[in-house]
């Protein structure tokens, strides 16, 4: 049974940072891509950044390119998202998810939710003064 369970978030002030991570169990991180999403109220489903196993390739969205920063940690089958310069409009929950193919990259088509097969049930991360 796969399990991802995020952690980290909370109430930010502006221009402040913060780290959120997604632990993952029931299949070997290594082998899969996985990405960050985001969902404010009212609003689609954002992909936030993308880290590919097959290459090692990251990638980010344009809201948050040169700010956030993902890492991942095989050995401990977590991935994290160093959040930094936030802004009111980062305000959303923050979501974890696999991609649904096997040491695959999806290469542009990265930030498609329909992609993902396993979800965490996100974590709220507030920005605001």
């Known amino acids: 049974q796969v399990q991802l369970v995020e952690s980290g978030g909370g109430l930010v002030q502006p221009g402040g940072s913060l780290s959120v991570s997604c632990a993952v169990s029931?299949?070997?991180?290594?082998?899969?891509?996985i990405a960050w999403f985001r969902q404010a109220p009212g609003k689609e489903r954002e992909g936030v950044s993308c880290?590919?196993?097959?290459?090692?390739?990251?990638y980010y969205g344009d809201s948050v390119k040169g700010r956030f920063t993902m890492s991942r940690d095989n050995a401990k089958n977590t991935v994290y998202l160093q959040m930094n310069i936030l802004k009111p409009e980062d305000t959303a929950v923050y979501y974890c998810?696999?991609?649904?193919?096997?040491?695959?990259?999806?290469?542009?088509?990265?930030?498609?939710?329909?992609?993902?097969?396993?979800w965490g049930q996100g974590t709220q991360v507030t920005v605001s003064s």
């Open positions: 880290s590919s196993s097959s290459d090692g390739m990251t």
């Open positions: 998810a696999v991609y649904r193919y096997f040491r695959r990259n999806p290469y542009n088509n990265w930030p498609k939710p329909t992609l993902y097969g396993y």
């Open positions: 029931g299949l070997t991180l290594d082998d899969y891509t």
